[in-house]
Each structure stands twice: as C-alpha cells, then as structure tokens.
C-alpha cells in the first residue's frame, strides 16, 4: 500500500506525558500537512511542510505543539505535557507540488486519548 | 477565507441520485471548490474540485452555479459505502500551502 501512513493508529497516556506521532507521506509527494478532528468537528489546520522546510506553523495550537521534517520524507508531531483537551484525532495528510490545486491525500489518523 | 455552508444532514435511498448542496457567496475569483468526504473512522478522502466548469469523474459530478456562489455534489447512484461526512471547501489558487479549512459537513445516511 503506497498511501500515507501513520502510527501509532491508537495512543493512551496520562495527563503531563509527551508523546510524538509519525506520518509517513507518499513518496512523491513533497507537501505534508497535520490536521487536528476532535468529535463532531472538522479536521483543523495545524501545519505544512513543503519538503524539510516548515512553512506555516502560527495554527499549531500552543508551544506544547511542535512538528518536524528532518529530511523531507517523513514528519513527526509532538505534543508535550499533554492535557485532556488534547485528545482528539491528529491526521496527516500530503499532495504533490502543484501551481494551482490538487488533491490532499489523507491518512487513517492517530487518535490520542490523555487519561 | 471565504466560508461555506452545507445543511448538517441529509438523507438518500440506496441506488438514488444525491444532490448535495454547498453555498459560497463570498467566493472569490481564484478560488476553487473541492469535496472531500470522511467515512466512519477514517481520514478525508478527495472527491471532485473545480472552478468554474461542471466536472465529472469515477466517483461525483460537480455542478457549478453560473455566478459560482453555490455548488452541488452529485452522486449518481448513492451506495451503502456512500454514508460518510461531505465537506466543501474552498482553496485559493497560489496559496501554495494548500491548507484546507473544514466545516462541519452534511452528513450523509443512506437508506437501504
């Protein structure tokens, strides 16, 4: 399967714990986004990547929030001294480069549970 | 960014065209309509965009207003797998970043 990948699929930790997700995009793909769904909602913004370049990163939620992209491939999120408001579904998405637009391939997401 | 508005839920019976509605009064000159849709415990999945002229392929059909203040997703004979959350979006042509700003969506139930 060559879609985007992330993992853990599930995560539980306690409150006060960091813990970092991968995303794995496709592999021609040189965009790379996160997204935050909590339930009920929309995915929201959070940041972009256009290869190891971190482009827009002002809708990451707080400085607990951070995101990285060391050689351009694949990308980690780290959210430190997690709180409960921070569970939620975190979905990483990436598209190729395009002049106009094109489509944003989504993964299956990693879903956060802070006890 | 300009805003969309869908209805919050609609309702199909299987094997029975869905038109699904999406306003966007405000839309700009550059902009493009997108769809994507999310299914039960799974992340977004692009469905159809578009600019000023209808659209077609595999999965929808997308239907443009003349002056582009609203769209229609089409989907021609509406499955089981179709239950899912719609989203339309707009994207600024150029924006580079490609960020997609999402609403709540219709969500669509399909009737057997």
């Known amino acids: 399967d060559t879609g985007v990948s992330q993992d853990p699929r599930h995560k539980i930790t306690k409150r006060g714990q960091n813990v970092t997700f991968r995303c794995d995009p496709i592999?021609?793909?040189?965009?790379l986004y996160w997204y935050r769904q909590t339930l009920g909602q929309g995915p929201e913004f959070l940041t972009y990547?256009?290869?190891?370049?971190?482009?827009?990163k002002s809708r990451l939620l707080s400085d607990r929030f951070s995101a990285e992209r060391p050689k351009g491939s694949f990308s980690t999120l780290e959210i430190q001294r997690t709180e409960q408001g921070d569970s939620a579904m975190y979905l990483c998405?990436?598209?190729?480069?395009?002049?106009?637009?094109?489509?944003?391939?989504f993964g299956q997401g990693t879903r956060l549970t802070v006890v | 960014d300009a805003k969309t508005t869908q209805p919050n839920s609609m309702e199909s019976n299987e094997e029975e065209p869905v038109h699904l509605p999406c306003n966007h009064s405000?839309?700009?000159?550059?902009?493009?309509i997108h769809w994507y849709r999310q299914l039960p415990s799974q992340g977004p999945e692009y469905v159809i965009h578009?600019?000023?002229s209808n659209v077609n392929n595999r999965m929808a059909s997308l239907a443009i207003a003349e002056d582009r203040k609203s769209s229609t997703l089409i989907l021609h004979r509406a499955t089981l797998r179709d239950a899912a959350v719609y989203y339309c979006?707009?994207?600024?042509?150029?924006?580079?970043?490609?960020?997609?700003?999402f609403g709540k969506g219709t969500k669509l139930s399909v009737i057997p």
């Open positions: 998405a990436s598209s190729k480069p395009s002049q106009g637009n094109t489509e944003a391939f």
């Open positions: 592999s021609e793909h040189n965009r």
């Open positions: 990547f256009q290869n190891e370049a971190q482009l827009e």
């Open positions: 405000t839309i700009s000159g550059t902009d493009y």
């Open positions: 578009g600019l000023t």
């Open positions: 979006i707009l994207t600024r042509s150029g924006a580079g970043s490609y960020q997609l700003t």
